[in-house]
């Protein structure tokens, strides 16, 4: 697939120019053992590219005209063929790394593929973009101050984000929202539509999904070790009050940014509707809806007072997906570690409520959906 955006890379001076008017298509046809072919479109708009009179550059560069859904393009189009669902993967990352390079409001994020043991396909969208036309207008709108919201508008008429997956055999369960369609076999993702979120579609008889829906969070840049300072930190939670042991670091800003232990709040939410399990195997491994088991650590930190921290080398994963959270390691004396996290992260990613107000301080709701 490098070879189909070669051409759109090398045109430097057009990337951020023309982001805002692409055609990307790409249409993934998957067979029952995750092998499949990849046919796919990119492109600008030929509006804009008349506007900014470069045709000619696009000639030299490589593009040819094509048309899709009624509207003109130049750019390449191309089709791949993957063995397995690594291969797949490998090429959409690829694929995806590069759109990223031409604009970041325009990457499809995540896609990735797996075979469930009963020889299922079960395909992961992980989209990190709310509103994504709106960005991209942003962009625009920088490039071209001259532009009337109106024309600039115009210009966004011809965008198209659309993203279709054939399986060999209708699914059995998916995430169901706006900007996908789901007819049988055929999922269609419309990119420009679609809210931030994770979503799965699975043609598997034992990885029905039921699986909550997924929030999104973006690490944050911490030092890689510095101290972390103990604070006993009162939280409400589905109207009753409880305190935790809680680590601070210090906030550029001259705040402080507090970190929850992980199995703290899972042994707290257990039994509500944001319950969730801990495990560990090289990683953290948490599982949504899970009845949380104790291992008789939690509530009870084993040292007190500020302490050493490092920034969380191993990763969070949820439905077989890395999250990335921002989280920091402690250990006791013994060598043994506890991972702490930001609380409004894990409440956006799991999706449960978490807010603060004058009257109430911090608060948890269970029983409702992250609000922000």
């Not at 970041?104 to 009963?118: H, N, Q």
Request: aromatic share 10%; net charge negative; glycine share 8%.
């Amino acid at each position: 697939m490098k070879k189909f955006f070669a051409a759109a890379l090398v045109v430097s001076m057009l990337t951020v120019l023309l982001s805002g008017c692409m055609c990307q298509v790409a249409d993934t046809t998957f067979q029952f053992d995750g092998s499949g072919t990849v046919e796919a479109k990119f492109g600008f708009s030929e509006e804009m590219v008349n506007a900014m009179n470069m045709r000619a550059e696009m000639t030299q560069n490589g593009f040819s005209y094509f048309r899709y859904d009624g509207h003109g393009y130049y750019g390449d189009q191309a089709s791949e063929s993957f063995a397995n669902a690594d291969e797949f993967n490998a090429i959409f990352a690829e694929v995806s790394a590069e759109i990223a390079e031409v604009s970041k409001a325009a990457t499809p994020g995540t896609v990735t593929l797996s075979v469930a043991s009963d020889g299922g396909l079960t395909l992961t969208v992980q989209n990190t973009q709310t509103d994504r036309r709106s960005a991209i207008k942003a962009e625009l709108a920088k490039q071209l101050p001259d532009y009337s919201d109106a024309q600039i508008n115009a210009l966004l008429e011809d965008m198209v984000m659309t993203y279709r997956f054939a399986f060999p055999t209708a699914l059995v369960d998916y995430n169901a929202a706006a900007g996908i369609t789901v007819k049988e076999n055929v999922v269609t993702v419309d990119y420009l539509t679609l809210e931030a979120g994770t979503y799965r579609f699975t043609t598997s008889e034992t990885e029905s999904l039921h699986q909550r829906p997924l929030g999104t969070v973006t690490q944050e840049s911490i030092p890689a070790s510095g101290k972390a300072y103990m604070r006993r930190q009162t939280i409400e939670l589905d109207g009753h009050d409880v305190t935790l042991q809680t680590y601070a670091l210090p906030g550029s800003n001259g705040g402080e940014t507090n970190y929850v232990r992980l199995r703290d709040i899972a042994s707290l939410l257990n039994g509500t509707n944001a319950q969730f399990g801990v495990d560990w195997d090289g990683n953290v491994i948490i599982v949504p809806d899970e009845a949380y088991k104790p291992n008789g650590t939690e509530m009870q930190a084993p040292f007190s007072g500020d302490r050493h921290y490092q920034k969380a080398d191993a990763k969070t994963v949820i439905y077989g997906e890395s999250i990335p959270f921002t989280a920091i390691l402690l250990t006791d004396d013994q060598g043994g570690g506890y991972t702490y996290y930001k609380l409004r992260d894990l409440g956006k990613v799991l999706n449960f409520n978490v807010g603060w107000s004058n009257s109430r301080g911090i608060y948890i709701e269970s029983n409702h959906a992250y609000e922000g």
